[in-house]
Nanobody, 121 residues
Framework: VQLQASGGGSVQAGGSLRLSCGVSGSFFSTNTMSWYRQAPGKQREMVASVTRYGDLKYEDSVKGRFTVSRAEDKDTMYLQMNSLRPEDTGVYYC????????????????WGQGTQVTVSS
C-alpha cells in the first residue's frame, strides 16, 4: 500500500492551496484518513481527518479555513486550504488506516511522503 501526496507549494498569506492524497496498492478498504503537518523544529500535529463515513475533525487553528474531504471512491483525500497564514508553513503528510483484507482483524496504518507548504507574509 502506498500513499501519494501532492499539491504543496509556495503562496503568500491569504492565498489558497489544495492538497491531494491517493491510496494505491492491494487492500480491501480505507477507513480514517488524516492530514498532519510538521513545522520546522516542532512536532508533527494532526490538522484534519475524515472517516470513511464522513465524520470530520479539525485542529482548532484551521477551523473555518481548511476543508478536508474524500472522493467518492473513498481512496483519495483532499485538503482545501484557504486564508493561509505563515504559521501554516510546514511539511504536510497524509495518513491512512487501511483494511488489508475483509478478514483482517485490525487496520494497518500508513504514511505518505510529505509535501511542502510555504506561506510567506
Amino acid at each position: 500500500v502506498q500513499l501519494q501526496a501532492s499539491g504543496g507549494g509556495s503562496v503568500q498569506a491569504g492565498g489558497s492551496l489544495r492538497l491531494s492524497c491517493g491510496v494505491s496498492g492491494s487492500f480491501f478498504s480505507t477507513n480514517t484518513m488524516s492530514w498532519y503537518r510538521q513545522a520546522p523544529g516542532k512536532q508533527r500535529e494532526m490538522v484534519a481527518s475524515v472517516t470513511r463515513y464522513g465524520d470530520l475533525k479539525y485542529e482548532d487553528s484551521v477551523k473555518g479555513r481548511f476543508t478536508v474531504s474524500r472522493a467518492e471512491d473513498k481512496d483519495t483525500m483532499y485538503l482545501q486550504m484557504n486564508s493561509l497564514r505563515p504559521e501554516d508553513t510546514g511539511v504536510y503528510y497524509c495518513n491512512a488506516y487501511v483494511w488489508s483484507s475483509k478478514w483482517s482483524i485490525r487496520e494497518d496504518n500508513y504514511w505518505g511522503q510529505g509535501t511542502q507548504v510555504t506561506v510567506s507574509s
